[in-house]
């Protein structure tokens, strides 16, 4: 996510689709099909496209196999699905719903991080999946007395992080931080 435009990309569009302007997508929400819960999308390119960034809409889709397939409004040919080919797809952060009692991984950007006996490691920079589990990069205190720079803690909840605080901004943690 870009904090600075507050946007999210939540899918990749791929190969064209037979030839009425079809395109397949590529869904990075957690259930592949809330993509289509969202509109309207931005598709934005490589910087080296001549085309950087256009708003569409979905006029139809459908499961075709594993994979799912869309036609969006104005892309009526094989040639013209084409051309928007490994454009992301990014929604504004607004259009996502709220949330009472959970949060969003936006959401924890910037957070201050302590642990539970009150050492403040830093902010949180980013979050990334890995292939076992969740992953918080925190950027420490300048003046940190392990002289850590960065700290890369599990995003395991009751288990490592105690408790968000969408409030306060803070995450307290059960981490030692000489690690």
């Known amino acids: ?33 809330n993509i289509f819960n969202y509109a309207p999308w931005q598709l934005v390119a490589e910087k080296s496209a001549s085309e950087k ?5 979905v006029e139809q889709w459908r499961h075709h196999n594993k994979a799912l397939v869309a036609k969006l409004v104005g892309v009526e040919s094989r040639d013209e699905a084409e051309l928007i080919k490994n454009f992301d797809i990014s929604i504004s952060a607004s259009q996502l719903p709220e949330l009472e009692d959970d949060f969003y991984w936006k959401d924890l950007i910037g957070m201050q991080v302590v642990t539970t006996k009150g050492y403040d490691l830093g902010k949180v920079k980013e979050l990334f999946e890995t292939g076992s589990n969740d992953v918080m990069m925190v950027k420490a205190n300048p003046n940190d ?8 803690l599990p995003f395991l909840y009751n288990q490592v992080v105690i408790e968000v605080d969408k409030q306060a901004k803070t995450i307290k943690v059960d981490w030692d931080p000489a690690f």
């Open 1 to 33: 996510m870009s904090v600075a435009s507050d946007t999210l990309i939540v899918g990749k569009i791929g190969a064209p689709h037979g030839v009425k302007g079809w395109v397949k997508i590529n869904s990075f929400t957690q259930n592949a099909e």
């Open 53 to 57: 960034q256009k708003t569409v809409q």
């Open 145 to 152: 007395a392990f002289g850590q720079k960065e700290r890369l």
